[in-house]
């Protein structure tokens, strides 16, 4: 089981871009799994908790208003589903990541492919509903499966050589 080796900048660059998204699956297998357990109006309750202080100095709180009109729609149905979205995504990136850093040639084709899809339905989201956060992480994406693509490239060039 060799690791990954990180010999110039575009293999350190690569790195910290998957470890980064290795991060992000795994809050999102974090944030996933809370919410299987704490029912809506515990995140309703915990919203108003978390924002009544910022509303009570400003009630026109852009930051704190968005925290509460996104808790007071929630119902059980939109908590399992988002949980099962941030499971599913959770487990996709940390296995991918990990096959990575073990330098696993098969895990690059796919890693591009699984972050295509979800660059695509960001666009999407990005037409409903525009978002500087969701725009940010979109390019930093596109940034992941450039740098995937390149090192899958090397990597490949190189198993030739030693063949």
């Given at each position: 089981?060799?690791?990954?080796?990180?010999?110039?900048?575009?293999?350190?660059?690569?790195?910290?871009?998957?470890?980064?998204?290795?991060?992000?699956?795994?809050?999102?297998?974090?944030?996933?799994?809370?919410?299987?357990?704490?029912?809506?109006?515990?995140?309703?309750?915990?919203?108003?908790?978390?924002?009544?202080?910022?509303?009570?100095?400003?009630?026109?709180?852009?930051?704190?208003?968005?925290?509460?009109?996104?808790?007071?729609?929630?119902?059980?149905?939109v908590v399992v589903f988002t949980a099962a979205y941030l499971l599913a995504h959770g487990i996709v990136k940390v296995v991918l990541v990990?096959?990575?850093?073990?330098?696993?040639?098969?895990?690059?084709?796919?890693?591009?492919?699984?972050?295509?899809?979800?660059?695509?339905?960001?666009?999407?989201?990005?037409?409903?509903?525009?978002?500087?956060?969701?725009?940010?992480?979109?390019?930093?994406?596109?940034?992941?499966?450039?740098?995937?693509?390149?090192?899958?490239?090397?990597?490949?060039?190189?198993?030739?050589?030693?063949?």
């Open positions: 089981m060799a690791l990954l080796k990180f010999t110039d900048w575009w293999d350190r660059f690569f790195a910290i871009g998957i470890i980064l998204k290795g991060l992000d699956g795994a809050l999102e297998l974090v944030g996933g799994l809370l919410l299987l357990f704490v029912a809506p109006e515990q995140i309703k309750e915990l919203a108003i908790l978390i924002t009544q202080p910022e509303l009570t100095d400003d009630p026109n709180d852009f930051i704190a208003n968005h925290i509460l009109q996104g808790a007071s729609g929630l119902t059980d149905h990990t096959a990575l850093l073990m330098d696993k040639l098969w895990a690059y084709p796919w890693m591009i492919g699984v972050l295509a899809i979800f660059i695509l339905y960001q666009f999407y989201q990005l037409t409903l509903t525009p978002s500087l956060g969701l725009a940010v992480l979109t390019v930093f994406d596109i940034l992941i499966v450039g740098l995937t693509w390149h090192e899958y490239v090397r990597h490949r060039r190189r198993r030739k050589e030693l063949t």
